[in-house]
């Protein structure tokens, strides 16, 4: 005979209800933001130059859509900042280990890192298509650098926050330096580093736009943005935004279900 445990079903009912909260926020949000939209449209702006309706983007959506230009647009974008993210990713989370884990070396190297957090690197974009040319490279070169400095210093602040009494025991139990930072270090930040990833994701999305506009693209959302800003087609210039903040939601949303399955002593919420 199986005794189930005393509050096993609570447990699976709780763990049950948080995503199907969550989602019925998020409808709940979407249909108050289309809400605000149309009456900011029709009684305010009153102006679809300025403010189209959201039945006019849904059309130009649809337009755009049937054409195939829409999907060619973002799968070339996507492309960019696949490339571009995971080159930014891997390259903060090595160089923020090795700064969090070495103090010497955090020494020399930290003042630069903040000075390029903060430098306007968009102003780079001239100077890397004459390195690079207008290929792929200087696209993907523009988001990983947007994206490397937000891992970069989460993945500091989370090697230099590790508990000192893990620390303590690895060391009693004769941990290696190599030990320390792949038992202990690193699983520790995790968190931190996808804190850090959502920032840079959030950054890399504008990146599309500015490696596009200023890239010598020939396809791509933030060129079809572009396209519809010179001519003023003010619905289909909202298309083009609607896609890369869902695609930065998309995204987003992956990285913040990472942290709860990795890192879920971190995500804990205290309400």
Avoid: C, H
């Avoid at 080159?87 to 280990?97: P, Q, R």
């Avoid at 903040?114 to 070169?141: M, N, Q, R």
């Avoid at 399955?261 to 205290?270: K, L």
């Amino acid at each position: 005979m199986v005794v189930a445990r005393p509050g096993a079903r609570p447990a699976t009912a709780a763990r049950m209800a948080t995503p199907v909260a969550g989602v019925s926020r998020l409808v709940v949000s979407g249909v108050l933001g289309v809400i605000a939209w149309i009456l900011l449209a029709k009684y305010v702006v009153a102006n679809p130059l300025f403010l189209p309706t959201p039945y006019a983007v849904l059309l130009a959506a649809i337009q755009v859509a049937r054409s195939g230009e829409l999907l060619n647009d973002v799968l070339v974008s996507l492309s960019y900042f696949a490339v571009g993210s995971v080159i930014g990713f891997v390259g903060g989370v090595l160089l923020g280990v090795l700064l969090g884990a070495n103090q010497k070396i955090a020494d020399y190297v930290d003042p630069w890192v903040s000075a390029a957090y903060t430098a306007p690197l968009v102003a780079l974009t001239p100077l890397l298509i004459i390195w690079f040319g207008i290929g792929l490279w200087s696209k993907t070169i523009i988001i990983a650098l947007l994206v490397v400095f937000p891992v970069t210093i989460g993945t500091i602040a989370g090697i230099r926050s590790t508990d000192r009494s893990l620390v303590e025991v690895a060391t009693s139990f004769g941990a290696t330096r190599g030990d320390m930072l792949r038992k202990v270090m690193v699983p520790w930040a995790l968190s931190f580093i996808l804190s850090g990833a959502r920032i840079g994701v959030g950054r890399g999305v504008i990146g599309i736009f500015v490696a596009e506009l200023f890239g010598g693209a020939s396809k791509g959302v933030g060129l079809m943005i572009s396209n519809a800003g010179q001519v003023f087609n003010t619905p289909l210039l909202f298309v083009g935004i609607i896609v890369l903040a869902v695609m930065g939601i998309g995204v987003t949303t992956v990285i913040r279900f990472l942290e709860r399955r990795m890192a879920p002593w971190r995500t804990q919420s205290v309400v």
